[in-house]
């Protein structure tokens, strides 16, 4: 299974929502 860019953005956000982070910002930072 090749993890491609779109691919870990997808699970980034699938995160983002879970863990309620309204920025992305927050995550990076």
């Known amino acids: ?3 491609s ?3 870990v953005k ?3 956000r699938l995160i983002m ?3 309620g982070v309204s920025s992305r910002a927050a ?3």
Request: net charge neutral.
């Open 1 to 3: 299974m090749d993890v």
């Open 5 to 7: 860019p779109n691919t």
């Open 10 to 12: 997808t699970f980034l």
């Open 17 to 19: 929502i879970k863990m």
């Open 27 to 29: 995550i990076v930072a």
